[in-house]
């Protein structure tokens, strides 16, 4: 059974850092595509950065600049990680952690088919 969890959430003020990570266990092989989603109240969940089975990274526009995905591949447990810079109220949001065992990576929640239940993320101005 694929498991997804979410950490590192919290409260910060504006300009301050957050690192986010997700915990992924479940999966046959080590290597797959994983991302990060947010959605604010009011608003459609968007995007925010992704990474492939080969590292390869791709980000949202609001993330572009700030945000660094990155992964670490154990053996049984894949651990995905968000390190974001420079937070704005607007980045206020609760921000998931989503993964699909295929190789590539398509920015578009559709595509995912495990997702974690979410850490909030709230910057003060």
């Known amino acids: 059974q694929v498991q997804v969890v979410e950490s590192g959430g919290g409260s910060v003020q504006a300009g301050g850092s957050l690192r986010l990570s997700c915990a992924v266990s479940?999966?046959?092989?080590?290597?797959?595509?994983m991302g990060w989603f947010r959605r604010a109240p009011g608003r459609e969940r968007e995007g925010v950065a992704f990474?492939?089975?080969?590292?390869?990274?791709?980000?949202g526009d609001p993330a572009k600049g700030r945000f660094t995905i990155s992964r670490d591949n154990a053996q049984d447990t894949q651990y995905l990680y968000l390190q974001m810079n420079g937070l704005k109220p607007e980045d206020s949001a609760i921000y998931y952690c989503?993964?699909?065992?295929?190789?590539?990576?398509?920015?578009?929640?559709?595509?995912?088919?495990?997702w974690g239940r979410g850490t909030q993320v709230s910057v003060s101005p």
């Open positions: 479940g999966y046959t092989y080590s290597h797959y595509c």
């Open positions: 989503a993964a699909r065992q295929e190789e590539y990576c398509y920015p578009e929640a559709d595509y995912f088919t495990h």
């Open positions: 990474i492939d089975a080969r590292n390869r990274t791709s980000y």
